[in-house]
Every structure is written in C-alpha cells, then in structure tokens.
C-alpha cells in the first residue's frame, strides 16, 4: 500500500493558461508532519500556510496518464 509520507505536498503556481508545479524538482515542495492515528487514518496539520493553491501529490505507481505521462490525481485545496 501507500503511506501517507510518500505524498509530496507541493505549491500550486497561477498562470496565464493554467495551474503548475515542479514537483520533481522540489522547488514547490512544503514540509509536512503526518500523525498515524489508526491503520488507514492520517492526521495532516498545516500551519502557517502562506495564502495560495496546494496539492498533495500522490507517488507515481503505474497509474499514469494514457497521454501526458504523470500521475492521474492531485488532491488540491486553497488557503485564503
């Protein structure tokens, strides 16, 4: 299975056409503590957050996009 610390939580960039992030490169990586509180249940807090987009990033495992290459979801939220 996969563990909650193998999501990479990145910083999601506004632009003209769309949203973006580096996520291999690690430029729009955010620091996270996950807290185990049962065999499926995670708790992520985040604190201090700038205002902005954010997406966790879930680890590539054969589930790529047909087209594009990259992973098929990100699970994104705004700070505001």
Request: proline share 5%; no cysteine.
């Amino acid at each position: 299975g996969v563990s909650v610390v193998q999501y990479q939580l990145v910083r999601i960039n506004s632009k003209h056409t769309g949203r973006e992030f580096h996520a291999a490169l690690g430029r729009e990586a955010v620091a996270y503590n996950p807290q185990k509180l049962g065999a499926t249940v995670w708790l992520v807090s985040l604190h201090d957050l700038p205002r902005g987009d954010y997406g966790f990033l879930p680890p590539v495992r054969g589930e790529l996009h047909s087209t594009t290459g990259f992973a098929r979801a990100i699970y994104t939220f705004r700070v505001l």
